[in-house]
């Protein structure tokens, strides 16, 4: 039997080995609200985001990932010191490992409040539906497997939340995925399981020119383990970023993105592998891609939209 599929069907089937449900992506900081339904209008204007992750590239049937999201603003205009701005946005996304299949469909809504001038706490929610899909044609095992031998296609409710803080030159987030926790009917202890997530960075403005940025992604699954990113951006004039990160038992991560008007951003990422899998495939790729509808003032890093 084809390595990877050994492996899927371990994961997903069994009552004993669990593992992260959810896509993972590199480029998290910058697409935060495909992360956190927090961030939905939390710009002044219309915010496209697009990533494609080809993960472990070589390796038959491994993990294809990607998103579109797109958010709005609403109500811009504060009538009273704490009175909420709000957003709106959507959430297509869609994950594929060998035979199996995920694909989300969420609406968001957020509520943005102002403590100060420069601090801001803000709430969402994604609800919508997710389907998964199996097809057991092309598996095979050494003893006939009903658990495995069978095509399945579901559709089930879907719900996240989360929060977000932020300051002048910080922020730190919390998500809570996967809030229905509901069978996937494969197997025979199969099913969408709680995941939270912690989030968080600081912006060192050196010069007008040039900022740094360190930042850390924690995933937290209710059953498996504990999932982080370390990552570290230099953002030159906020119109080229270079990164590295690093992501525990799995990869070292680069990357490097550019601006044109400040408007349109391009971004590409490269996971070099470092676990035991690097024996069998050749990395991961990964490249977004981002619009928005406003121009900022300025060329700076002073601009930089997490923390306007």
């Known amino acids: 039997m084809r390595i990877l599929y050994l492996f899927l069907i371990a994961l997903s089937f069994s009552g004993l080995i669990f593992s992260q449900q959810l896509p993972q992506y590199s480029q998290w900081a910058l697409h935060q609200f495909a992360m956190n339904p927090a961030h939905a209008g939390i710009k002044k204007c219309i915010d496209v985001h697009s990533v ?21 603003p609403i109500n811009t205009k504060r009538k009273k010191f704490l009175s909420a701005r709000h ?39 994604y609800g919508g539906v997710v389907q998964f899909g199996y097809n057991h044609k092309g598996s095979t095992t050494i003893t006939p497997d009903p658990a495995v031998m069978q095509e399945i296609s579901m559709v089930r ?13 910080y922020y730190i987030g919390f998500m809570a995925n ?11 202890d199969s099913q969408f399981r709680f995941h939270f997530a912690f989030n ?23 059953v498996g383990p504990v999932n982080f990113d370390l990552n570290l951006i230099l953002d030159i004039k906020n119109m080229f970023n270079f990164g590295a990160g690093f992501r525990n ?13 400040q408007q349109f951003s391009l971004q590409y990422s490269f996971d070099l592998t470092i676990s035991r899998l690097n024996n069998v495939s050749h990395n991961t790729h990964e490249i977004g891609i981002s619009f928005i509808t406003c121009k900022p003032a300025r060329n700076s890093t002073s601009s930089c939209p997490l923390f306007e």
Not at 54 to 70: D, I, K, M, N, Y
Not at 157 to 169: R, V
């Open 52 to 72: 494609y992750r080809a993960q472990w590239v070589g390796l038959e049937g491994a993990p294809r990932s990607g998103f579109v999201t797109a958010s709005i």
């Open 87 to 125: 957003g709106l946005g959507a959430k297509f996304e869609g994950d594929r490992i060998g035979q199996m299949g995920t694909s989300r469909f969420n609406l968001a809504y957020a509520a943005h409040f102002n403590f100060t001038e420069k601090t801001r706490l803000s709430l969402g929610v």
């Open 157 to 169: 409710p879907d719900a996240h939340f989360g929060a977000w803080w932020n300051g002048e030159n």
């Open 178 to 188: 996967q809030l229905i926790v509901s069978r996937r009917e494969t197997g025979y």
């Open 200 to 222: 968080g960075g600081y912006r060192f403005v050196l010069n007008e020119n040039l900022g740094l940025v360190p930042a850390m992604m924690v995933r937290i699954p209710v």
């Open 249 to 261: 038992q799995d990869a070292v991560i680069f990357m490097a993105g550019f601006k044109i008007n």
